[in-house]
């Protein structure tokens, strides 16, 4: 069983606003150091960002109008330095940004669930949450703005033979009607579920790039468990893979390979729609 929202859901336009921000930030340097929070819903939006960079307010205006259609008025922002402390961590080369346990195991339903919740997300660009059961052919999907006949009739559902469409009826959702926050949906964007922040943060955060590298690993391995821990601070993670024993991987090439891999989708932003996916 799998739950997915689309791209449209309060917490992933959330989601979309912070990697949108830490596109930016990417743009004015090669290596910057952000944090972003994000609150939206009912009209208004609270960001808040630690960054070394400078986000001008109107850069922000521009994205919260793009991606919540905000206006600027509606907008309480909050930059702040990044903790200079934590910031001569960095000055020697690429260290770990913080502490993390991580976990993965890949799995292809989960593949399957991101690819459906997209395609249902194309053609019903609204508020969507879904749940997969692959097994007993059965899903349950939540589709705002949309009535139930045009749902059923869906491409992306033919695989399923039972299927319960919006049992509370039509519904209008987004961020209207329900408030989003970041990092609320990591149980949908990854296929074994972590508490770790997977958007708004650059490649130094152990968050975002030992959390792709495991899952990337995984998939790669066909499923096997993997986990890695780290401290802030540490150059290198141990790496421990279900029969296999343990990989000792410079933190340097977990970041380059998950700078690789977000580049490949297309920016923080397009990972922030979906989570992982590798289609």
């Known amino acids: 069983m799998f739950e997915k929202v689309n791209m449209y859901h309060p917490d992933k336009v959330a989601d979309r606003i912070?990697?949108?921000?830490?596109?930016?930030?990417?743009?004015?340097?090669?290596?910057?150091?952000i944090a972003v929070e994000v609150l939206v819903g009912h009209g208004r939006a609270t960001v808040v960002a630690e960054t070394s960079v400078h986000i001008p307010r109107i850069t922000l205006a521009e994205i919260l109008e793009r991606i919540a259609g905000l206006p600027s008025d509606a907008i309480t922002f909050?930059?702040?330095?990044?903790?200079?402390?934590?910031?001569?961590?960095?000055?020697?080369?690429?260290?770990?940004?913080?502490?993390?346990?991580?976990?993965?195991?890949?799995?292809?339903?989960?593949?399957?669930?991101?690819?459906?919740?997209?395609?249902?997300?194309?053609?019903?660009?609204?508020?969507?949450?879904?749940?997969?059961?692959?097994?007993?052919?059965?899903?349950?999907?939540?589709q705002s703005n949309a009535d139930a006949a045009s749902i059923k009739s869906a491409a992306a559902l033919s695989y399923f033979e039972h299927l319960i469409v919006n049992p509370l009826g039509y519904w209008h959702g987004g961020t209207d009607t329900d408030t989003g926050c970041a990092n609320r949906k990591l149980g949908s964007d990854q296929p074994y579920c972590n508490p770790n922040g997977l958007h708004g943060k650059d490649l130094s955060k152990a968050d975002v790039s030992a959390s792709i590298y495991v899952n990337d690993l995984s998939r790669k391995l066909g499923g096997a468990f993997v986990s890695a821990h780290c401290s802030i601070g540490d150059e290198r993670l141990l790496v421990a893979i279900e029969g296999e024993g343990t990989r000792d991987v410079p933190f340097v090439d977990i970041v380059a390979f998950a700078r690789d891999y977000i580049q490949s989708l297309g920016g923080f932003e397009k990972f922030a729609e979906y989570g992982m996916r590798w289609r």
Do not use: H, M
């Open 78 to 142: 909050i930059q702040v330095p990044q903790d200079s402390l934590l910031a001569r961590n960095q000055e020697k080369g690429v260290r770990c940004g913080d502490n993390g346990v991580f976990a993965a195991r890949w799995n292809a339903d989960y593949e399957k669930s991101t690819e459906i919740a997209a395609a249902l997300g194309e053609r019903f660009p609204r508020d969507g949450k879904y749940l997969f059961d692959f097994e007993n052919k059965s899903a349950t999907i939540c």
């Open 18 to 33: 912070a990697g949108a921000v830490v596109d930016y930030a990417y743009s004015l340097a090669e290596n910057p150091k």
